[in-house]
């Protein structure tokens, strides 16, 4: 078992790491995630919806997002349980401990609920994995699947201290798949369970979708895996899922921007009085306007204008640019 499982930390890996926990750490992007449930939500969906579409679930974003609300979507029935499934699975990353396989049992018969008979329980068969004709996996024997399932379990137990958190959930992930334990749900059950890893070890995983960017680079995933079972180490595939959390954060950054900036506007324009918007359109429409023509069009004194432009300015919603006379507007916000 001393190179069990067989995994070499090269110098990619390491610079991978240290660059996506100094991302997660240094700035704290993610310290407000709490106060946008909406962005959590869609995060979920979309890591429900990529890790489904992955395995060919025909049903798009929207009709996801339906079904997980309750709404009726016309649809293949498994695909719509596989959502339904998915959604109640994800719900309980929190709640596993991510170093039981007794644990990932349960979660694999919550994914495949009402869709394989034998959800929850190993394969009591042979599996192969095929391209048309091809065969071009050969599972290993369903006799072997629990003492190897055992064996991956007790190495994570026991290097849980060691390993990075990055590296070990991807030799997991590696691992899982090509014992690939299970009759269905094999590739669902393997990246939920990377990001339980992941998410006991920082919560903010909890609403990083990592499986939208294995499926923008589905080709790259499966090849890797393809590599990996040639040669016998798992070492491409650990560089490929560091590459792919190392974007999904990147991503998930730009998305919390964005919302920061839409709430943001949202509260300014929700602060403001209707004289004081219909200024900024008028603004918006010609920054060189004067006060006389803002009172002229607005309806109200010059002096009722200032007072307001006052009140902009002091909100750093606008400046003005230039002379009193010849000068201009800007709309800061």
């Known amino acids: 078992m001393e190179n069990y499982p067989p995994y070499k930390i090269t110098d990619k890996m390491l610079n991978l790491a240290t660059k996506i926990m100094e991302k997660i750490g240094e700035a704290n992007y993610f310290e407000s995630l709490s106060r946008y449930p909406e962005l959590r939500r869609k995060t979920r969906i979309k890591s429900i919806h990529s890790s489904l579409a992955i395995e060919n679930n025909q049903l798009s974003l929207f009709q996801v997002e339906a079904v997980i609300d309750g709404k009726a979507v016309l649809g293949e029935q498994r695909d719509i349980q596989e959502v339904k499934n998915a959604y109640k699975a994800y719900e309980k990353i929190d709640k596993v401990n991510p170093y039981s396989v007794e644990d990932l049992k349960k979660i694999q018969g919550i994914l495949t609920f009402l869709i394989e008979d034998d959800s929850g329980k190993f394969r009591n068969h042979g599996e192969a994995v095929y391209d048309g004709d091809v065969q071009i996996f050969m599972a290993p024997p369903h006799t072997m699947v629990p003492t190897f399932m055992d064996n991956l379990f007790h190495w994570m137990n026991e290097a849980k201290e060691d390993v990075n958190p990055l590296i070990l959930s991807s030799i997991f992930h ?52 393809q590599n990996c079972n040639n040669v016998g180490n798992s070492n491409e595939f650990i560089e490929f899922m560091l590459e792919v959390i190392d974007e999904a954060i990147d991503d998930m950054m730009i998305k919390q921007q964005e919302t920061t900036q839409e709430t943001t506007q949202k509260t300014t324009q929700e602060n403001l009085t209707d004289t004081q918007m219909k200024i900024l359109e008028l603004i918006k429409e010609k920054q060189y306007i004067t006060r006389n023509e803002l009172a002229e069009k607005i309806g109200i004194t010059p002096d009722g204008i200032k007072y307001n432009l006052d009140i902009l300015r002091k909100k750093k919603i606008i400046k003005r640019e230039g002379s009193t006379k010849k000068g201009n507007w800007k709309i800061l916000k």
Request: charged content about 25%; cysteine-free; proline content about 4%.
């Open 174 to 225: 590696y691992e899982f798949v090509f014992i690939h334990p299970f009759s269905d749900g094999n590739g669902r059950t393997a990246r939920l369970w990377q990001t339980a890893i992941l998410a006991n070890w920082k919560e903010l995983f909890k609403y990083i979708p990592i499986e939208s960017i294995i499926r923008k680079h589905q080709e790259r995933y499966y090849t890797a895996i």
